[in-house]
T-cell receptor, first 112, second 115 residues
Framework: TQLLEQSPQFLSIQEGENLTVYCNSS?????LQWYRQEPGEGPVLLVT?????EVKKLKRLTFQFGDARKDSSLHITAAQPGDTGLYLC????????????FGRGTQLTVWP | NAGVMQNPRHLVRRRGQEARLRCSPM?????VYWYRQLPEEGLKFMVY????????ESGMPKERFSAEFPKEGPSILRIQQVVRGDSAAYFC?????????????FGPGTRLTVT
């Protein structure tokens, strides 16, 4: 069973559209991270959120951590083909220092 | 600045052979983590090491798998007597000692294929 569930699993959109990816759990996390992974490469850290209700913006990407620290979302405005990739959320439980729990990811394809 | 380095990038082993995967953390990082990514599955934690210490190996199979991070040199993940089910991408991550270990930076991975 996955501790973190991501939805949707696949997302295919046209350039210029907006999208939101979700990361949900029934468990509380001390922090959540979002990574992007391209084929044949390792995950690249995009952002870390640590406070319930926290919102972080990275250019066209907006990340939110749920008030109860059980869920997170990633919103992309005006998607571009360069945003194509596998988006992974990961979280730490605090009590298990060093271990990150990963979702299965959302594969995003942005068509020109 | 050099990132996390892993080698080899691709490794092919026959069943029963040994696989050795190497990881050099980012400069200044003293914490190393190993994860495995199977097709259609997310990354799964295997082991967390600091220099000369295994901190948490609860995600690593108890048989055939071992990991070390010596005082000098890279971290090594060793898989003895490989089986087809070991075929996966193995990722190493590192974090600096001065920040919480949830901020982990990943290497490009080693793709292990067992024939």
């Amino acid at each position: 069973t996955q501790l973190l569930e991501q939805s949707p699993q696949f997302l295919s959109i046209q350039e210029g559209e907006n999208l939101t990816v979700y990361c949900n759990s029934s468990s509380v996390f001390s922090s959540l991270q979002w990574y992007r992974q391209e084929p044949g490469e390792g995950p690249v850290l995009l952002v870390t959120v640590v406070t319930g209700g926290e919102v972080k913006k990275l250019k066209r990407l907006t990340f939110q951590f749920g008030d109860a620290r059980k869920d997170s979302s990633l919103h992309i405005t005006a998607a571009q083909p360069g945003d194509t990739g596998l988006y992974l959320c990961a979280g730490d439980r605090g009590s298990t220092l060093g271990r990150l729990y990963f979702g299965r990811g959302t594969q995003l394809t942005v068509w020109p | 600045n050099a990132g996390v380095m892993q080698n080899p990038r691709h490794l092919v082993r026959r069943r029963g052979q040994e696989a050795r995967l190497r990881c050099s953390p980012m400069k200044g990082h003293s914490h190393v983590y190993w994860y495995r990514q199977l097709p259609e599955e997310g990354l799964k934690f295997m082991v967390y090491l600091q220099k000369e210490n295994i901190i948490d190996e609860s995600g690593m199979p108890k048989e055939r798998f071992s990991a070390e991070f010596p005082k000098e040199g890279p971290s090594i993940l060793r898989i003895q007597q490989v089986v087809r089910g070991d075929s996966a991408a193995y990722f190493c991550a590192s974090s600096p000692p001065s920040v919480p270990s949830y901020e982990q930076y990943f290497g490009p991975g080693t793709r292990l294929t067992v024939t």
